[in-house]
């Protein structure tokens, strides 16, 4: 695996990211593959299959968010052949709904990625809580 793929799936993380803290779900959704995976069952939310589940809960997200942010850091990348890989980061977010709720968790990504004609996306990504979820009032 070169320095280049690791910042590539890096960067695919962080476009996650950005793309829910700015409300633009499309954004967000292109940083996963076609059939991937979003299970954040273990932080009290569901589990997505697919790009249209994952983009349907994303868009719920961005209308019913005031405001959001999720810091992602501590990524560890290992390859598993020249098309796949895995690794974990931790991820901070915080945000307020619109209903005026509050929600904050503090959780490892355990992720899967592949790579594609676009680049390298993610292909699960498995949430569990590294301290106990805030999660009261946050319903998407």
Not at 83 to 102: I, K, P, R
């Amino acid at each position: 695996m070169s320095s280049q793929d690791v910042l590539d799936i890096v960067r695919a993380t962080h476009t996650y990211a950005l793309g829910l803290d700015t409300f633009e779900p499309a954004v967000a959704l292109s940083a996963f593959a076609e059939d991937a995976v979003w299970d954040a069952t273990a932080v009290g939310l569901a589990r997505y299959e697919g790009l249209e589940e994952i983009r349907e809960f994303f868009e719920n997200d961005a209308r019913s968010i005031a405001r959001q942010f999720h810091i992602l850091t501590n990524h560890v990348v290992d390859l598993v052949d020249a098309d796949h890989a895995q690794g974990t980061n931790y991820v901070f977010s915080e945000g307020e709904t619109v209903a005026g709720a509050t929600f904050k968790a503090i959780a490892l990504n355990e992720d899967t990625y592949v790579r594609t004609d676009q680049g390298w996306r993610i292909a699960s990504r498995v949430i569990s809580p590294l301290t106990t979820p805030e999660m009261e009032g946050f319903a998407v």
